[in-house]
């Protein structure tokens, strides 16, 4: 007899499996062409390299594990780590539509919002790519126009913008400390730039609950 298992079950069961998956193409691609070039790599190289790069990676890592699935969700999370591109596109599609529906991440809706909404999202930037990549000799001297350089710059500031004031406006409060943090940092921090997004997304999402932990404690909130 065939046993049954709950939705939630069922999501860590395919989300173990398509991540051992993807570990092993992305380790499968660089080993296929080595051999089918000869060309394999400088060993000391390599080991320097990810000696020097590969501990901040895995502190990111490790520090994402807990800052997105109270976010994402258990489903929304799996999907994200295996699609990428967190921050800049999976992360506010899926808040985005939790929030029109008006559930939490952690409700088994939310968890279906949100996977849905991750999925939709890595569909249409499958498509979007195929396109560009149909289409970028034609529209080439488009793009590269000066006139439309600030435009394109302002894409992801402004994405961001629309959901923060719709989180700020919830929260005042609660957004003061953070916003405040992160404008100190990036002002007077020069190292701090688009590069960092991932390592200082977990940053604020920690200290912000400190601080709301804090007001929550002295009743300012």
Do not use: Q
């Not at 709950?6 to 398509?18: A, F, P, Q």
């Not at 092993?24 to 089918?36: D, H, K, N, W, Y």
């Not at 990111?60 to 929304?76: Q, S």
């Not at 994200?80 to 808040?95: D, E, H, M, Y």
Request: with cysteine; glycine share 8%.
């Amino acid at each position: 007899m065939k046993k049954n298992i709950s939705y939630l079950d069922s999501i860590h069961r395919d989300g173990r499996i398509w991540g051992l998956l993807i570990c092993f193409l992305l380790f499968a691609f660089p080993v296929a062409v080595s051999l089918i070039f000869r060309s394999m790599p400088n060993w000391e190289a390599l080991g320097r390299g990810l000696l020097a790069t590969a501990p901040m990676y895995w502190a990111v890592g490790f520090i994402e594990m807990f800052t997105y699935v109270p976010m994402l969700g258990a489903g929304g999370t799996y999907l994200s780590f295996v699609t990428g591109n967190i921050a800049n596109l999976k992360l506010p599609c899926a808040v985005d539509a939790m929030e029109r529906a008006n559930v939490k991440a952690t409700s088994e809706e939310g968890e279906v919002i949100s996977t849905i909404a991750i999925a939709v999202s890595s569909i249409v930037t499958t498509i979007i790519v195929i396109l560009g990549v149909i289409f970028i000799i034609p529209l080439t001297p488009l793009l590269e126009n000066p006139d439309l350089a600030p435009a394109f710059d302002m894409i992801l500031p402004a994405l961001f913008g629309a959901l923060g004031v719709a989180f700020v406006s919830k929260h005042p409060k609660l957004a003061v400390a953070p916003i405040i943090l992160m404008l100190i940092l990036f002002i007077f921090v020069p190292a701090l730039n688009a590069d960092t997004v991932g390592i200082m997304v977990p940053v604020g999402v920690i200290f912000t609950i400190i601080v709301a932990r804090f007001m929550y404690k002295k009743g300012w909130i």
